[in-house]
């Protein structure tokens, strides 16, 4: 018989150098989870990718056990690693620099899993969105 879901946790946390600080601690303690369990679990999983921020989604059960999944880095974060700098603080005042084509199908198909199509033409037009809302150009 497969174990009750009690509830779904999304966090997004830095790769490898997770703490029982917040957002972690507080999120894993009102359920009543192990938190050190989860940070040893989710540090060693993630430690080939330190550095970026990573959403993960952790399924709590009844019988205060979890499992988690890691997913690909925001989009943003993505666009960030590509132009080497923050996104503009006025985007479509400031530009904050441009990524080619190239790059965005790039991010859109190291993304696609986590994306709601199938279709990589879509996916680098959701790139492209996050972009300019960035101050960041696609050419």
């Known amino acids: 018989m ?14 490898g150098s997770a703490t029982p600080a917040p957002p972690v601690g507080p999120a894993l303690g009102q359920h009543g989870l192990p ?6 679990a989710f540090n060693d ?9 990573l959403p993960v989604v952790i399924t709590v059960f009844e019988d205060r056990t ?25 985007p479509g005042k400031e530009p904050a620099g441009n990524i ?15 994306l709601n199509t199938t279709d990589v033409d879509q996916a680098v037009k959701i790139v492209a969105g996050v972009a300019r809302s960035m101050g960041v150009t696609v050419k």
């Open 2 to 15: 497969p174990k009750k879901v009690k509830t779904l946790i999304k966090l997004n946390i830095p790769a």
């Open 35 to 40: 938190i050190m369990e989860f940070v040893k």
């Open 45 to 53: 999983k993630t430690a080939d990718k330190k550095g970026t921020i």
């Open 66 to 90: 979890f499992s988690f999944i890691t997913k690909q880095p925001p989009i943003s974060e993505m666009i960030k690693k590509a132009i080497g700098r923050a996104g503009s603080q006025k």
């Open 100 to 114: 080619s084509l190239e790059q965005a199908k790039k991010i859109a198909t190291d993304k696609l899993e986590d």
